[in-house]
């Protein structure tokens, strides 16, 4: 259990402390429910309804990676998406320079420009 909560915490995927702490609470319960009940007389529950609540956990936990994942697909393609608009107005205002008659820069001039924070 130290082993995943350490990979859990150190690890550069899980930067939101809620889901962090979520991830780690399912860990747990699936953790205690093994321990529970690999050593122990079952005492009203069947092994077949532990195993499925383990299952169950597991599925929990692989949606709120599959989330995750989602998230940051998005915010990787908003990025992307704004990088293409910015190069494209950084073209266009290039072209209108140099139809203004004004010295012609290069792209990476041009990009330079554009990380000025103006």
């Known amino acids: 259990m130290a082993d995943v909560r ?3 915490e ?3 995927f899980w930067n939101d402390k809620e889901e962090q702490k979520q991830l780690l609470d399912a860990i747990e319960v699936v ?3 093994q ?3 690999e050593s122990q007389v079952f005492r009203g529950e069947s092994k077949t309804q532990v195993d499925q609540d383990i299952k169950d ?3 929990q936990i692989n949606d709120l990676h ?3 994942v ?4 998005k915010e990787v393609q908003e990025a992307e998406t704004k990088a293409r608009h910015l190069k494209l ?3 266009e205002a290039k072209k209108a320079q140099e139809e203004a008659g004004f010295k012609s820069t290069t792209l990476h001039d041009t990009f330079w420009i554009a990380s000025m924070p103006w």
């Open 35 to 37: 321990e529970r009940f």
């Open 10 to 12: 150190g690890g550069d």
């Open 89 to 91: 107005a950084l073209l």
């Open 66 to 68: 599959r989330k995750r």
């Open 57 to 59: 956990l597991k599925a």
């Open 6 to 8: 350490g990979l859990v």
């Open 70 to 73: 989602a998230i940051i697909q």
């Open 31 to 33: 953790h205690k429910l």
